[in-house]
């Protein structure tokens, strides 16, 4: 009996001795990452097919860029002045003719596509970037179909 009592106190001892005697120590852990601005092309070949042109009158279409990048980041889109630019000036070719035309940020067609590209900011979604094309009107190109060009779009983030 006395070996039962001693082992009892014991024990409650050593369980009060803890609660008594216990330190919690806490700390941190910092958590932290970087998102990366990134872009991309949901297809990076386009069409703009202005159709049949009457030199009587303009002849306007346009064509829209798939564009998704990271939200908040600043992105650029530069056109380039296509494989028949002239004295400033984009032109589709066939044989031996040109027919000149122009690419624009508006639909109205009065601000031109910037040479240093045209500022966007992402949105973390896609996003349809318009081109507004314009074949001016009054021009002498010779008939026939298969007038072409071909222009570059780079995006720069």
């Known amino acids: 009996m006395k070996k039962l ?8 001892t050593l369980f009060i001795s803890r609660s008594v005697f216990a330190t919690d120590l806490t700390g941190s852990i910092a958590v932290g990452a970087n998102v990366l601005s990134i872009c991309t092309f949901t297809t990076t070949s386009y069409n703009l097919a202005f159709g049949d042109y009457n030199p009587s009158s303009n002849l306007d279409n346009d064509v829209s860029l798939k564009v998704t990048c990271t939200a908040d980041a600043s992105y650029t889109i530069v056109l380039s002045n296509g ?70 779009i780079t995006i720069t983030y």
Do not use: F, K
Request: charged residues 10%.
């Open 5 to 12: 009592l001693i082992a009892i106190c014991l024990v409650t």
């Open 83 to 152: 494989g028949n630019y002239l004295g400033g000036t984009r032109r589709m070719s066939h044989s031996t003719y040109y027919l000149n035309y122009g690419l624009y940020t508006n639909a109205l067609r009065t601000t031109s596509w910037p040479d240093i590209g045209n500022a966007e900011t992402g949105t973390g979604s896609e996003q349809s970037i318009p081109i507004y094309g314009r074949v001016p009107s009054a021009q002498g190109a010779g008939a026939g179909s298969g007038y072409s060009d071909s222009v570059a």
